[in-house]
């Protein structure tokens, strides 16, 4: 008996996963985005060249970081949850496939008075019955239940790109607060450095009008460079404050101070060897698109379900056991039972309700299309902006970096002739002001550069093409 119930187990599977599929075929829809790209890049690209974010990431405090952060994170934990839970729910679909065999037992007594017995004698009767079966099992003909099945599967790597997805943009989001932390502390350095230079220019000042040197509009003059230094210093010190809160939030535990220590900006080196590769190539990396595609995928399957209600479905229902009127000859020989009821659902009107299903399965199908094409544009759109960025920020640093020395120089000379009487403190004023600007501008330039830098390497997918999405 064992090896009949075995037998059958295997037939029914062999009819499951030999039947028809309804799903259509899928064609990856056409890629709305150049050829590419509209200035000269790095095209020799293929998965080994993929710069995996610590080899592109050279500070090794920001390396620690990044590291706290993917194993601490909350959000990154809710994304990793969520592919536990489309796992389970792949397996769950996946166990439909088969029949849900159980064992049972059961016993029944009965008392029924002389006229409304068969026999006309009143008296109790028993029925014990024990056996193993399935119930409303479906013989999946024409693929329903394995279009469900692979839509699941598609819902599930779905999950698993939006995982990395998350992953990627903590990496971009960390690495983001770490460089504002440390260009808002440069910041504050120059503050606290303009403070004291201004503060001196101040005594010299109030010195000279002790001695009616210089003028009252000059002293005011320079108390009101002093106070608007005070006030900077304050807002960077305050921004400094609010820029580690931030680090720690996204590292997700609390942080020792050494992992604020100041850095240049200079020194933040970065990979600037991106392998870009061509437009088509974000198709493979990108974790927004693989997953928008594998969202189109399950939609295509939900359609082959949708087909599939049209027609006959078959279930089956079977059982073998023993069964006795009393309960000590329940497993004596001869008391073998069994029952096999198969029943078909022929569909025949239902209001147009198959009908309306297909079309929304088809509608869904054409909405993850869209949403597909929309997620290559836009990751074309970053890549391309990011480009355009990176040629311009180094011009711009250049120029920058000699504006600072030219107010600097300026700076000196309006401050000595100013000592030497042989010119007006305003002019000394405004020198100041433009090396403390040019400082700043400088300082915020460098950050969005390497900023850019890191726009790039997370528009053309990070350095992780593939995981492990195992089920």
Request: hydrophobic content about 40%; charged content about 20%.
């Given at each position: 008996m064992k090896h009949a119930r075995l037998n059958w187990v295997l037939l029914l599977s062999m009819i499951n996963f030999g039947g028809c599929s309804l799903i259509p075929e899928y064609n990856r829809p056409e890629a709305p985005i150049e050829s590419a790209w509209d200035r000269p890049v790095n095209t020799a690209v293929t998965g080994a060249d993929r710069v995996t974010w610590q080899a592109f990431f050279h500070d090794e405090s920001l390396r620690v970081l990044i590291a706290q952060a993917l194993e601490d994170n909350r959000d990154l934990r809710v994304a990793a949850l969520n592919i536990e839970k489309a796992q389970a729910q792949f397996r769950i679909s996946k166990a439909d496939l088969f029949p849900s065999i159980n064992a049972s037992g059961s016993g029944a007594a009965q008392r029924l008075p002389g006229d409304v017995a068969p026999d006309g004698t009143t008296g109790t009767t028993h029925q014990y019955s024990s056996g193993v079966g399935f119930t409303a099992y479906e013989l999946d003909f024409f693929g329903r239940v394995r279009s469900l099945d692979q839509q699941a599967q598609e819902r599930y790597f779905a999950t698993f790109e939006v995982q990395r997805s998350v992953k990627l943009a903590l990496i971009a989001q960390v690495t983001g607060a770490y460089y504002q932390l440390q260009a808002d502390q440069q910041l504050l350095a120059i503050a606290r450095q303009t403070l004291i230079s201004q503060q001196h220019s101040y005594d010299l000042v109030h010195s000279s009008y002790t001695m009616d040197v210089a003028t009252e509009l000059d002293l005011s003059q320079a108390e009101s460079t002093v106070r608007t230094a005070q006030a900077s210093e304050a807002r960077y010190s305050r921004s400094v404050e609010q820029d580690k809160n931030a680090l720690v939030l996204l590292v997700g535990k609390p942080l020792a101070a050494t992992s604020f220590k100041a850095i240049e900006l200079d020194e933040l080196s970065v990979e600037e060897n991106l392998p870009v590769g061509l437009p088509s190539d974000l198709l493979a990396y990108r974790p927004d698109i693989l997953a928008a595609e594998h969202a189109l995928?399950?939609?295509?399957?939900?359609?082959?379900?949708?087909?599939?209600?049209?027609?006959?479905?078959?279930?089956?229902?079977?059982?073998?056991?023993?069964?006795?009127a009393d309960l000590g000859h329940l497993f004596a020989g001869g008391q073998g039972a069994w029952s096999f009821i198969p029943s078909i659902n022929l569909p025949i009107f239902n209001a147009g309700r198959n009908q309306a299903n297909l079309d929304v399965a088809k509608i869904e199908r054409s909405i993850e299309v869209a949403n597909y094409q929309r997620a290559i544009q836009e990751a074309f759109r970053e890549v391309s902006d990011a480009l355009v960025a990176r040629a311009s920020l180094d011009t711009q640093v250049t120029a920058e970096r000699q504006l600072v020395s030219a107010n600097a120089r300026s700076h000196n000379l309006a401050e000595s002739r100013?000592?030497?009487?042989?010119?007006?403190?305003?002019?000394?004023?405004?020198?100041?002001?433009?090396?403390?600007?040019?400082?700043?501008?400088?300082?915020?330039?460098?950050?969005?550069?390497?900023?850019?830098?890191?726009?790039?390497?997370?528009?053309?997918?990070?350095?992780?093409?593939?995981?492990?999405?195992?089920?």
């Amino acid at each position: 008996m064992k090896h009949a119930r075995l037998n059958w187990v295997l037939l029914l599977s062999m009819i499951n996963f030999g039947g028809c599929s309804l799903i259509p075929e899928y064609n990856r829809p056409e890629a709305p985005i150049e050829s590419a790209w509209d200035r000269p890049v790095n095209t020799a690209v293929t998965g080994a060249d993929r710069v995996t974010w610590q080899a592109f990431f050279h500070d090794e405090s920001l390396r620690v970081l990044i590291a706290q952060a993917l194993e601490d994170n909350r959000d990154l934990r809710v994304a990793a949850l969520n592919i536990e839970k489309a796992q389970a729910q792949f397996r769950i679909s996946k166990a439909d496939l088969f029949p849900s065999i159980n064992a049972s037992g059961s016993g029944a007594a009965q008392r029924l008075p002389g006229d409304v017995a068969p026999d006309g004698t009143t008296g109790t009767t028993h029925q014990y019955s024990s056996g193993v079966g399935f119930t409303a099992y479906e013989l999946d003909f024409f693929g329903r239940v394995r279009s469900l099945d692979q839509q699941a599967q598609e819902r599930y790597f779905a999950t698993f790109e939006v995982q990395r997805s998350v992953k990627l943009a903590l990496i971009a989001q960390v690495t983001g607060a770490y460089y504002q932390l440390q260009a808002d502390q440069q910041l504050l350095a120059i503050a606290r450095q303009t403070l004291i230079s201004q503060q001196h220019s101040y005594d010299l000042v109030h010195s000279s009008y002790t001695m009616d040197v210089a003028t009252e509009l000059d002293l005011s003059q320079a108390e009101s460079t002093v106070r608007t230094a005070q006030a900077s210093e304050a807002r960077y010190s305050r921004s400094v404050e609010q820029d580690k809160n931030a680090l720690v939030l996204l590292v997700g535990k609390p942080l020792a101070a050494t992992s604020f220590k100041a850095i240049e900006l200079d020194e933040l080196s970065v990979e600037e060897n991106l392998p870009v590769g061509l437009p088509s190539d974000l198709l493979a990396y990108r974790p927004d698109i693989l997953a928008a595609e594998h969202a189109l995928k399950a939609a295509n399957a939900n359609i082959g379900a949708a087909r599939a209600a049209f027609f006959p479905s078959i279930t089956l229902t079977a059982s073998a056991g023993s069964a006795s009127a009393d309960l000590g000859h329940l497993f004596a020989g001869g008391q073998g039972a069994w029952s096999f009821i198969p029943s078909i659902n022929l569909p025949i009107f239902n209001a147009g309700r198959n009908q309306a299903n297909l079309d929304v399965a088809k509608i869904e199908r054409s909405i993850e299309v869209a949403n597909y094409q929309r997620a290559i544009q836009e990751a074309f759109r970053e890549v391309s902006d990011a480009l355009v960025a990176r040629a311009s920020l180094d011009t711009q640093v250049t120029a920058e970096r000699q504006l600072v020395s030219a107010n600097a120089r300026s700076h000196n000379l309006a401050e000595s002739r100013y000592l030497e009487g042989v010119d007006t403190y305003l002019n000394s004023l405004d020198a100041q002001r433009s090396l403390y600007s040019a400082q700043q501008t400088l300082v915020m330039t460098k950050l969005s550069r390497i900023n850019n830098l890191v726009s790039l390497y997370k528009a053309l997918g990070g350095g992780e093409v593939m995981g492990s999405r195992s089920l």
